[in-house]
C-alpha cells in the first residue's frame, strides 16, 4: 500500500471526514457556480473571510467545550459583549481601542468562567445554563449600552478588511493565529486530557486527571477565542449594537455537529473548521446561484427568503448525511464484534 | 507491604464490607475471592480510589495512606485494571495507555518518537496486534481487556489490582497476561488478582484471601488449598459435583412445554442456553453475578435480539422485536431494577398497577379513574400490598412495597409466563417472603415463572428446577432430589465432575 493511500485511509477513520467531504464538495460546487476566475479574485475571497470570520471564529470557540463534554449557546451574544464592552471602554474612557478590545477581552473570559462554574462546578445541564446565560449577557450588554452606537475608527477597519501583500486577508491571519495555538495544545498533555474529560469524566478521573479543571482550561481557550471573535465583529460592523450575533451561538453549533464533533470527546478542531466553512460556503454559493438564474432566466425575481430555504434545505441534508454516516459506522462495528465472536468460539473449541 | 485493615463500607443500607482486611507482600500474587456480594469488588475499589470507605486503614509499609482519587493512587504507586474497563473509548490506544502519563518533549510538548516507541514495545510485550493509532470503540472486547491490563502495566506500579480483567478472554490470551504477571512478580510486583475462575488461581496465585458477606473469612496458601476447601470459605458450602445434569435431555412427558430456548447467544455474554419451561413450573436460573443471566431474559423480552439459536413459544418458533410485542403475547416482565426498569415514581399507586394492563389493549380505548381505580383496589387486596391511598405516588412506598407494586402489576394481568430478573434484590425479608407466596400461588394455577436471582437460598426454596449460568453456557441444571446447596454451588463455579475430579488429582501431584 503507497503511503498516500494508507494516510487517506487513516484520514477516513477520522470524524473531520464527513466535514471535510461536505466542505469540498460544496467548495467545488461554489467555484463552478461563482466562476473560476471570480472567486479567486484577492477581492472575493477578503470579502469571504471578512464577512464569515465571526462565525469561524465562533465555531472553533465551541470546539474544546464540545470535546470536553459540555457546550455553550450563549456563545452568540457573548460576541456582543465584546463588542461592546470594546466600543464602551474606547468611547467613554477616551483610551485607545486597543485597551477596549483588551477589556472585552477580559469580559470574555469572565463570563466562559462564569459558564463553567455553572456547568462543571454547580453542575447544572449545560444547555440549560447556557440558555439562562443568553439573557444575562443580553441585560449586561443592554446595561453597558442601551442603544446602538458607537464608531471604530478608520484605520483599524481598514487594516481588518485588507490584503497582506495584497495576497492574504488579514482576518484569514486571526484564523492562522488561534489554529496554530490549538496545533500546539493538542501536542501538549492538555490535548490528551481534554479528550479523555470529554470522553469519559469518570474514567479520566480514575487516571488521575481533574475533570473540573481541565474544563476550565478548555473554557478559557473558548474565552479568548470568543474574545477573538467579538473583536472581529466589532471590526466588521465598526460599531456597536448590543442585541447582535445572538444566532450565532446555535448556527456554531450546528456547524460543529455537521463537521463531525460529538458531544464528549469525538471530533476535532478541524471538524469545526470544515463545518463552518461548509455553513459560508453554501449561503455564499447559493447567493451566487440565484444571481445566474437572475440573469439566465429573464424576468426571474424572489426575495431573499428563497435564498434562505434553498441554503438551509441543503444544511439540513448535510446534517442527515452525518447521521447516516454515524449509523454507518456503529453497524460496520458492531458486525465486527458478532464475527470476532464467532471466530474466537471455533478456535477455543 | 501493603495492607487493608478493618474497611468498612455501606452503600444507604446495604452494608458491601464489614471489617474487611487484606494484606499483599512485594512479590506475591494474592487471589481475592467471594461470592456474589461477597464485598471483593468494593475492596478493590476502595484501593483504586474510587470508592471511600466508611472505616478502617490503608497501610504502605506499616505508614497509614489515604486515597481519594486516581492521581493518588499514581503516587502511590498503585495501578489498576478494571473489570469494566477504564478506557476512554473515544480515543486511539497510544493515547489511553499514555493517559497522565505522557513522556515530556520540548517546550511541554508530548514526546511524539518517544510514546510511539514505548507503546510499540508495550503492545510487544503483550503480544497485542492492534494499530496504536486505532480506536479503543472500534476493538472486540477482548482486545479492550488486553489493553486495559497494558495501560495498568505500564505505569510500572509496586501493586497491581486486576478485577476479574479475564472474563472476556481467551485461553491463550489468559496465558500472555500470566506470562507478564510471572515477570512483574519476579520485579517483586505485589499482585491482588480478582478472578471466578478457579483452574486460573491455581496456576498464578500463591495465596488467596476470601470473602463473604463483606467479612475476611479466610486466608490461604494455595499450594495447600484445595478447590473444595476455597469454595466452602467462599459460599459455606461444602461443593458437591455429582449428579450436575448437564445439558441433558429433560423431557416430562405430558405437560406442556411453554417455552423452549435452544443454543441462544448473544454474543459476548450469552454463548450458549438451551432453556425449557413447562406449564406450572417455576425454572430458577442461578449463578455469578455477570454470566449472561439478564441478557439472557432481556433477549427473551425482545429487548434485543438474540444473534443465534431458535425460541419456541407455546410450541410456535417466535421471535418478539420489542417487549411490546412480548407483551402482547402473553409475556410479563419483572424487573430488580425497579427505579430504572418499573416504576413510574411520580405516578400513583393505581396507576402503576395498571400500567401492565395498559399496555395490552386498544390504543385510544377512553379510560375512566374508576375503571384504573377498582381494578388496582382489586390488586392491592389480593396481594397485600400497603398502601396509604392509591392516589399517592409510587415513591412514597418502601422499597419492598413497591417491588410487590411491581409483581402485583404483571400478576394481574395474568400471564402465561412471567420472566423475573432478580426480583428481590434489595428486598427485605418480609416482602420477599410475600413476593414467593404469589409466585408459589401463580405457578399452582398454572403460570410459569422464570424466576433469575442472585441469591441461591431463593432459587433453593422457591424454584423446581435450577439452571445454572457460567460464561453464558449453562454450567449445570439441578431439580428434585440433586437441588441441594452444595450442588448449586459446585455449578455456579463451573466445575464439573471431571474438573473438579482433574483439580484433585493436579492437587495430589
Known amino acids: 500500500m503507497s503511503n498516500a493511500k494508507r494516510l487517506f485511509l487513516h484520514f477516513r477513520r477520522t470524524p473531520a471526514f464527513v466535514g471535510f467531504t461536505l466542505f469540498v464538495f460544496v467548495l467545488v460546487l461554489n467555484i463552478v457556480v461563482q466562476g473560476p476566475t471570480h472567486f479567486f479574485s484577492s477581492r472575493s475571497l477578503n470579502t469571504l473571510f471578512s464577512k464569515n470570520m465571526p462565525l469561524l471564529l465562533t465555531t472553533m470557540a465551541m470546539a474544546p467545550l464540545l470535546i470536553s463534554g459540555t457546550l455553550d449557546i450563549s456563545i452568540g451574544i457573548q460576541l456582543a459583549l465584546v463588542n461592546v464592552v470594546s466600543i464602551m471602554v474606547f468611547q467613554e474612557w477616551g483610551v485607545s481601542l486597543y485597551v477596549g478590545f483588551s477589556m472585552g477581552m477580559l469580559a470574555s473570559l469572565a463570563v466562559s468562567a462564569l459558564c463553567w462554574a455553572l456547568v462543571s462546578v454547580v453542575r447544572l445541564p449545560s444547555m440549560l445554563a447556557s440558555f439562562a446565560l443568553i439573557y444575562v449577557v443580553r441585560g449586561v450588554n443592554v446595561l453597558i449600552m442601551n442603544k446602538p452606537q458607537g464608531k471604530v475608527p478608520e484605520a483599524y477597519y481598514k487594516t481588518y478588511d485588507s490584503l497582506i501583500g495584497g495576497v492574504i486577508p488579514f482576518s484569514a491571519l486571526i484564523l492562522l493565529f488561534v489554529l496554530l495555538i490549538w496545533l500546539y495544545l493538542m501536542r501538549t498533555k492538555f490535548g490528551r486530557n481534554i479528550y479523555a474529560v470529554g470522553g469519559s469524566p469518570r474514567n479520566a478521573f480514575a487516571a488521575g486527571i481533574n475533570p473540573v479543571w481541565v474544563q476550565f482550561q478548555a473554557s478559557m481557550i473558548k474565552g479568548v477565542i470568543t474574545g477573538l471573535a467579538g473583536i472581529s465583529l466589532t471590526l466588521m460592523t465598526a460599531s456597536g449594537n448590543p442585541l447582535q450575533g445572538e444566532a450565532y451561538g446555535l448556527r456554531a453549533l450546528s456547524a460543529c455537529i455537521i463537521g463531525g464533533l460529538g458531544f464528549g470527546g469525538w471530533g476535532s478542531m478541524a471538524c469545526a473548521v470544515f463545518g463552518a466553512g461548509f455553513l459560508v460556503t453554501i449561503q455564499n454559493t447559493v447567493y451566487y446561484f440565484f444571481n445566474l438564474l437572475y440573469r439566465i432566466i429573464p424576468g426571474f425575481t424572489v426575495t431573499s427568503y428563497w435564498q434562505n430555504l434553498v441554503s438551509d434545505i441543503i444544511i439540513f441534508f448535510g446534517l442527515l448525511m452525518t447521521i447516516v454516516t454515524a449509523k454507518e459506522q456503529r453497524e460496520a462495528l458492531r458486525q465486527g464484534f458478532v464475527k470476532q465472536f464467532k471466530g474466537g468460539e471455533s478456535a477455543t473449541q | ?509
Not at chain 2, 493509532?133 to 497494558?150: C, G, R
Not at chain 2, 497476561?177 to 480478582?194: C, M, N, P, S, W
Open chain 2, 1 to 509: 507491604m501493603f495492607e487493608m485493615c478493618e474497611i468498612d463500607k455501606s452503600y444507604d443500607a446495604v452494608v458491601a464490607c464489614r471489617g474487611a482486611s487484606l494484606q499483599v507482600a512485594p512479590g506475591e500474587i494474592r487471589a481475592l475471592l467471594g461470592s456474589n456480594g461477597s464485598g471483593k469488588s468494593t475492596m478493590v475499589k476502595v484501593l483504586a480510589g474510587t470508592v471511600k470507605p466508611n472505616g478502617g486503614n490503608i497501610l504502605i509499609d506499616g505508614e497509614p495512606v489515604t486515597i481519594h482519587s486516581g492521581l493518588d493512587c499514581r503516587r502511590l504507586g498503585i495501578a489498576t485494571a478494571f473489570q469494566d474497563l477504564s478506557l476512554i473509548p473515544t480515543m486511539t490506544v497510544r493515547d489511553n495507555i499514555l493517559l497522565g502519563n505522557e513522556p515530556k518533549g520540548r517546550l511541554g510538548m508530548v514526546d511524539r518518537k518517544k510514546s510511539l516507541r514505548e507503546v510499540a514495545a508495550l503492545l510487544d510485550r503483550f503480544h497485542i496486534d492492534c494499530d496504536p493509532d486505532a480506536y479503543v470503540q472500534t476493538l472486540m472486547p477482548s482486545l479492550q481487556s488486553m489493553i486495559e491490563v497494558a495501560k495498568a502495566v505500564y505505569l510500572k506500579p509496586r501493586l497491581l489490582l486486576l478485577d476479574e480483567v479475564t472474563a472476556a478472554l481467551h485461553r491463550d490470551e489468559v496465558q500472555l497476561i500470566f506470562e507478564v504477571l510471572r515477570q512483574l512478580k519476579a520485579q517483586g510486583t505485589a499482585i491482588i488478582y480478582v478472578t471466578h475462575r478457579m483452574d486460573e488461581i491455581f496456576e498464578i496465585c500463591d495465596t488467596a484471601t476470601i470473602m463473604r458477606s463483606g467479612e475476611t473469612v479466610a486466608d490461604v496458601s494455595i499450594s495447600d488449598a484445595t478447590l473444595n476447601g476455597i469454595v466452602f470459605h467462599m459460599t459455606g458450602q461444602r461443593p458437591d459435583a455429582q449428579d450436575i445434569l448437564e445439558t441433558e435431555e429433560f423431557d416430562r412427558e405430558g405437560s406442556d412445554l411453554v417455552l423452549d430456548v435452544e443454543h441462544m447467544a448473544l454474543y459476548p455474554k450469552v454463548r450458549d442456553i438451551s432453556l425449557k419451561a413447562y406449564k406450572g413450573e417455576i425454572v430458577g436460573i442461578g449463578g455469578l453475578e455477570g454470566q449472561g443471566q439478564p441478557e439472557f431474559i432481556r433477549a427473551l423480552l425482545g429487548v434485543t435480539r438474540p444473534e443465534e439459536g431458535t425460541i419456541h413459544y407455546m410450541r410456535k418458533e417466535v421471535r418478539f422485536h420489542s417487549p411490546a410485542d412480548a407483551v402482547n403475547h402473553d409475556i410479563g416482565f419483572i424487573s430488580g431494577e425497579r427505579n430504572r426498569e418499573a416504576i413510574f415514581p411520580d405516578r400513583s399507586v393505581a396507576q402503576n398497577l395498571f400500567a401492565g394492563r395498559a399496555a395490552k389493549g386498544a390504543l385510544f380505548r377512553y379510560l375512566t379513574t374508576k375503571v384504573v381505580r377498582d381494578f388496582a383496589q382489586a390488586a392491592v387486596e389480593k396481594y397485600n400490598i400497603v398502601v396509604g391511598s392509591l392516589r399517592h405516588p409510587a415513591s412514597s412506598l418502601s422499597g419492598g412495597n413497591q417491588q410487590k407494586l411491581v409483581v402485583a402489576r404483571w400478576i394481574a394481568v395474568n400471564p402465561t409466563l412471567l420472566l423475573l430478573d432478580d426480583p428481590t434484590k434489595g428486598v427485605d425479608i418480609l416482602s420477599r417472603r410475600e413476593i414467593h407466596k404469589i409466585l408459589k400461588q401463580c405457578a399452582d394455577e398454572g403460570m410459569t415463572i422464570i424466576l433469575s436471582s442472585s441469591e441461591n437460598d431463593e432459587l433453593l426454596e422457591i424454584a423446581d428446577r435450577v439452571y445454572l449460568f457460567y460464561e453464558g453456557r449453562v454450567s449445570g441444571t439441578l431439580s428434585g432430589a440433586t437441588k441441594t446447596p452444595e450442588r448449586l454451588v459446585a455449578a455456579m463455579m463451573g466445575m464439573t465432575r471431571e474438573q473438579n475430579g482433574a483439580t484433585r488429582e493436579a492437587r495430589r501431584a
